[in-house]
């Protein structure tokens, strides 16, 4: 059983920064057998994938819009992934949920339905 908090989001003007931490309660197995993933979820649209980093953390991948904007990172010692945004836009406005995946492959993964475990979100707001 895996238990995975978010916090971070806020309120920032366009330009700003944020950083989204996701902390995860572990019963069994250790961080680096899990394969984090950030999706988002904007009022009326369906849930996007934004960024994944595998459980090594040797390996990442980003959705387009968060390319050369966004950093995914994770800190085993303290059983947390992190979403560093830079340079937000309106149009990143959304509830952002961390999702953990328990898997051998330390390769990241992109699809929701990969994921077994899901945050309640943190809500980012970008105002202009």
């Known amino acids: 059983q895996v238990q995975m908090v978010e916090s971070g989001g806020g309120l920032v003007q366009v330009g700003g920064s944020l950083r989204l931490s996701c902390a995860a309660s572990l019963r069994t197995r250790t961080f680096s057998a899990y394969r984090m993933g950030w999706f988002r979820q904007a009022p009326g649209k369906d849930r996007e994938f934004v960024a994944a980093?595998?459980?090594?953390?040797?390996?990442?991948y980003y959705a387009d819009f968060a390319k050369g904007r966004f950093s995914i990172s994770r800190d085993v010692a303290k059983n947390t992934v992190y979403l560093q945004m830079n340079s937000l836009k309106p149009e990143d406005t959304a509830v952002y949920y961390c999702?953990?995946?328990?898997?051998?492959?330390?390769?990241?993964?992109?699809?929701?339905?990969?994921?077994?475990?899901w945050g309640q979100g943190t809500q980012v707001t970008v105002s202009s």
């Open positions: 980093i595998s459980g090594s953390g040797s390996n990442t």
């Open positions: 999702a953990a995946d328990q898997t051998l492959i330390d390769l990241p993964a992109t699809k929701a339905q990969t994921y077994d475990y």
